[in-house]
């Protein structure tokens, strides 16, 4: 599996070129430059990938082609499937998907007195947080703030982003780090205890907070182990994914339906509250992209929300991470993390020179290295016809001494290891691929929605990035939010009088398909993307 | 010119798949819609864990579904799931101590340290050597050595001891973190610093500004050098 001999004399050329490189800063883009390459370039742009949504609250909103047939597909169910009286579980606080949000969520709703069920599709913990490599921002060191970092974000986010939601967010970050901290997450630290943190793409602080290159996993692993440390309170399902919520008669949200993937069983869950947990949609395949998502990404919350009226923003960007690995072809579209370049590792073309500044943000950066290779023929090619640049990171190595890679990136070493590249001897092929969603439904800085009793957190949602998140601002995204939804969903449980549990909202929205004349349904939500080849 | 297929055996049946495709993969074209055995498809949630053996070899390999290229004869099954008892306790009332480890998981002095975890470890991790370390009470050591643990799930299930190595190196980790890992003073003092409102009129001041002005303060700003 290792490099074909064509690559290798690609390899040579960056080889030579590095000593040089090593003292070379390739300019960063002025802002025309930046929107020009956007405009030409990321897959945003392509008018045909996208259309406008034809039902619903947000009718009009654009959206990926995928995304905007998926969002007006059938309900599984019809308002007289099932008895809604036939309850199967009681609850204050409904988390639906935990991952690093709805864990973060389950754990703060339970400290402010709720009994709370964290509903999983796959197991507890099957979620984009497992992956996430890089980091996770948080201004607090002395030589920053919250409000330089509220500048970061918001130029991150071509400045479209919430106030309010990213106030929320940079003065809530060093709490949640020292949550964290607190519940035994292993951060990089120096000797005396200080937060080893690097630049990541779009910052000016080096406020990146990781651990090693497992920062999702470490973050994920905790918060699941914490979660079990309280059996009595919190109910963990698996293989139970939400398919519909659960209104009552007064317009209030009052739970959902699960199925249990296994069985095929119904289950009913009533809950006071319910928080909408279920992270992103990659496995959509946006564009035909490779994707770093789990298996579950399907974009399961989107639809359940918007069919009890939540709005939406900003589901006309998705973030194409820069570096999906495009060689071997056994882990195309997997994350190379960002940390790679915040290290110091430069992009180089097949001659092996630099053509864009390595920390541009995702966006631009993207933009960049799918112009090398579409408008500039500079890419190298794989033998399964993927193309690729160069990720040169034996680079790091040299800057910071040996063995600074193996140190620090384990899981990629590890990665590319399985398939006989050394990454610390060897640069890595990269292209960009579909990584995350940087809209979902339209959140307040408490976590609640427009809908009563209706709650989100984490890449579900939108407005809190804007047009581009920053690396490392979605694990803190995921706990800021996962934790002031949780504790606001706990509060709001003890007022909640709930009426009496319908699905005619499931009815309506089946009308509102018809009247639109909107045909060849498919049932919503997907739940799991099909891989498999077309049989007899 | 398309590849030639091969034969590989998905629980004693035989498929012909393209030798190209990840365990995983050939599973879904062989028709599977898999529901168990996946989840992060990317090598770092432990769901896809595989025992095999190769056609003429007695031993037993094992790799993660995800990330294993198919051989030819490969005899496989998958292990989605390995009852793992764990412990009940709360963090914030334990001591970083030897006696803590012994008194959550007895058992964890059966271990015969005979490496049969280590061998079947799919991240290349000394899980032996660990629960060496954590029946001398080193706590720190197997938090270090333990970090890249995913949780699959395989030490478990061919331990001779019945030990839930996965379970002991969590805790440790948990512990060493919160316990012995020297404590960040710079973000307890940020902290208190926004708890104390210090920071609400330089984000409010920011919240009112502009777009332009933003744009502006944005293109100008220092970034913090190397």
Known sequence: MSYTPEMRESINKVEATRPARLHETFPMMSPQEKQTILEKFH????????????????????????????????????????????????????????GGAGSSAALLARENGAKVIIANKLRHGDANTMM???????????????????????????????????????????????????????????PDGTMKTIHGGGTSRKRMHSARDYSGAEIMRTLRDEVRSYPEDITVLEFAPAIELIMDDKGQVAGAVLLNMETGEHLVV??????????????????????????????????????????????????????????????????????????????????????????ETRDVESSALIRECAERGKGVMTPSGMVGVWLDSPM???????????????????????????????????????HYQNG?????????????????????????????????NSLLEITVFGRRAGKAAALRAKEVKLGKLTLSHVDKWQQELEEAGIENLIKSPILLPDYRRKLR | MAEELIPIFIMGKKYMVPPSLTIM?????????????????????????????????????????CQTVVEPGMYLAQIPFYPAYRADYYLQEMEPTFQTLVKTYPELLRCLSCGTCTKVCPQDIDVKQYMADAMRGDIAAVADRSFDCIMCGLCVSRCPAEEVQPNIAILCRRLYG???????????????????????DDVAKMKNLSKEELRKMYNERDIEPE
């Open chain 1, 270 to 359: 009533r809950a006071k509250c319910t928080i909408l947990a279920t992270g992103g949609s990659g496995r959509l395949h946006y564009q035909g992209f490779a994707t770093t998502n789990h298996y579950g990404a399907t974009g399961d919350g989107l639809v359940l929300a918007y069919r009890v009226g939540a709005k939406l923003a900003f589901l006309d960007t998705m973030q194409y991470h820069p570096t999906g690995a495009a060689y071997p072809e056994q882990i195309v579209g997997l994350l190379v993390t960002e940390k790679v370049r915040g290290l110091g590792a430069q992009v180089c073309n097949m001659d092996g020179n630099q053509f864009v500044y390595p920390r």
């Open chain 1, 440 to 472: 979902g439904i339209s959140l307040k800085p408490d976590g609640s929605t427009d809908v009563p009793n209706l709650f989100a957190a984490g890449e579900i949602s939108g407005g809190v990035h804007g047009r581009n998140r920053l690396m490392g």
């Open chain 2, 178 to 200: 919160k316990y012995l890992a020297p404590k960040a003073e710079h973000l307890a003092e940020r902290v208190a610093e926004i708890e104390a409102g210090q920071f609400d």
């Open chain 1, 132 to 190: 996430a490599q890089g980091g996770i921002q948080a201004a607090d060191k002395p030589n920053d703030s919250p409000a330089i970092h509220y500048l970061d974000v918001m130029g991150g986010g071509h400045f479209a982003n919430y106030p309010d939601l990213v106030e929320a967010l940079v003065k809530d970050a060093p709490l949640v780090i020292k949550w964290l901290e607190d519940l035994g997450c292993m951060f990089d630290k120096e």
């Open chain 1, 396 to 434: 790091i190595d040299v800057l910071h001494g040996p063995g600074t890679v193996e140190k620090e990136l384990p899981a990629m070493v590890r990665q590319f290891g399985r398939f006989d590249i050394d990454i610390t001897k060897e640069p890595m092929l990269v292209y960009p691929t579909l």
């Open chain 2, 25 to 65: 993969k050939a599973m879904e074209y062989a028709g599977y819609q898999l529901i168990r055995g996946v989840g992060c498809r990317g090598g770092f949630c432990g769901a896809c864990a595989t025992v095999y053996r190769l056609a003429g070899d007695y031993r037993l390999q094992i790799g993660l579904a």
């Open chain 1, 43 to 98: 897959p945003d742009y392509r008018a045909e990938g996208m259309r406008e949504i034809r039902v619903g609250v947000s009718k009009g909103h654009r959206m990926p082609l995928e995304l905007a047939d998926v969002m007006e597909g059938a309900s599984h169910l019809t308002s007289d499937t099932l008895d809604l009286e036939q309850i199967d579980y009681d609850t204050d606080v409904l988390v639906i998907g935990g």
